[in-house]
């Protein structure tokens, strides 16, 4: 059997929405992408949401809107994709990391007042396999240093804190999603920022399209016009009419996709919670995960990659902190020694095959083939 780390659920719904975008003539962003966003924003619940070609770009944007500068210092966990941190250099800003939770893998926000200086002006929480970060203890010491938040929610649609989507929490200036090929929802690449910041969301949506005016899908309607003038120095970060109508048929699946993911999760849970060589994930009672992933540590990790790789099973790990790439470490200093956590975590992590499409009898093969390669 053969059972990759992760397969995009499609069907034809999709297939069929992509082909009528191509039809319609609309390639490149235009009424699609409207409607994509319009349902987005209904579904978070936040007043807005602007579409994006990568969460990358709507981390950019994001920190561009609440006004990061040259010299700027801004806050992150060590464990994450290196995009959360690879968005503050682009402002030539710093990227200070912060270590992590050893149940959670979230940033420790306990750490994080030791990190600020008369340099800091924001914070980005990233929501780890899609459980939210401890927000409210961020808040607090985002309003006391005058903070602004950010949040990488590139794991965690569809998830809650205490109740409230993640997307839609009043006290963060904007959150920013991934419709990346592995993501909860995916159009292959593309990526949401969402705010009730309509200041912010102003900017974004201007500086998406290099800075123009207007949307420029706007001037080759019947209503538009060519005119346009660049009122800032933008990007070219717009999305597509093709990954948007993909977008709004995955937005219609995202409640049954998470109980199949949940399900699984269920399922290796009840496998290995007793197993003394395997420790599941923790989730805090007041919160929901979107459960984008299923990370479990042991020892021994890369050798057991790749016995179950030579089993058939895919496995991945999640993440290689920042502060330990060639690039970070050389350019800004970062020392082992100051994330004993996520070096720990980071030793012993691996995460398993948790995508929608997954049968009991690929599940029960999983578990069986992990439980065998660590006896």
Not at 228 to 241: E, F, L, P, Q, R
Not at 340 to 349: H, K, L, Y
Request: hydrophobic share 35%.
């Amino acid at each position: 059997m053969n059972i990759p780390f992760h397969k995009t659920h499609t069907n034809q719904e999709e297939i069929d929405a992509a082909v009528n975008a191509i039809k319609s003539g609309w390639l490149t962003m235009g009424p699609k992408t409207v409607e994509f966003e319009e349902n987005f924003k209904n579904y978070i619940g936040t007043s807005n949401a602007v579409s994006l070609n990568s969460a990358t770009a709507a981390l950019h944007l994001a920190l561009k809107a609440v006004g990061i500068e040259r010299g700027d210092e801004v806050i992150l966990p060590t464990n994450t994709f290196v995009a959360t941190a690879e968005v503050v250099t682009y402002f030539d800003a710093i990227p200070v990391l912060c270590d992590i939770e050893e149940d959670t893998y979230n940033m420790d926000i306990s750490k994080i007042e030791a990190l600020i200086t008369k340099k800091t002006k924001a914070v980005i929480p990233v929501h780890f396999a899609g459980q939210p970060c401890d927000m409210d203890e961020l808040y607090i010491i985002a309003k006391e240093y005058n903070l602004k938040v950010i949040e990488d929610a590139a794991h965690a649609l569809p998830s809650k804190y205490k109740g409230v989507k993640i997307g839609n929490l009043a006290k963060t200036d904007v959150t920013c999603f991934s419709f990346y090929a592995t993501k909860t929802l995916s159009t292959g690449e593309g990526g949401m920022a969402t705010t009730n910041n309509n200041d912010y969301a102003k900017s974004i949506k201007i500086n998406r399209l290099h800075g123009i005016s207007k949307d420029a899908w706007d001037r080759y309607t019947i209503k538009g016009s060519w005119h346009y003038d660049i009122v800032d120095n933008g990007a070219k970060y717009n999305t597509t009419d093709i990954n948007a109508s993909i977008g709004i048929i995955q937005l219609k699946k995202q409640e049954i996709l998470r109980e199949k993911r949940r399900n699984i999760a269920s399922k290796y849970n009840e496998a290995f919670k007793n197993h003394p060589k395997i420790k599941i994930p923790f989730v805090k009672d007041d919160r929901e995960t979107s459960w984008h992933l299923y990370v479990i540590k042991l020892e021994k990790r890369d050798e057991v990659i790749e016995l179950l790789k030579e089993k058939g099973v895919g496995c991945s790990v999640h993440f290689i902190p920042v502060h330990k790439h060639t690039y970070y470490k050389d350019k800004y200093g970062y020392q082992e020694r100051d994330y004993p956590i996520a070096n720990s975590v980071f030793e012993r992590s691996l995460s398993l095959p948790i995508y929608p499409d997954m049968s009991d009898i690929e599940i029960e093969y999983v578990i069986e083939k992990l439980k065998e390669v660590i006896s």
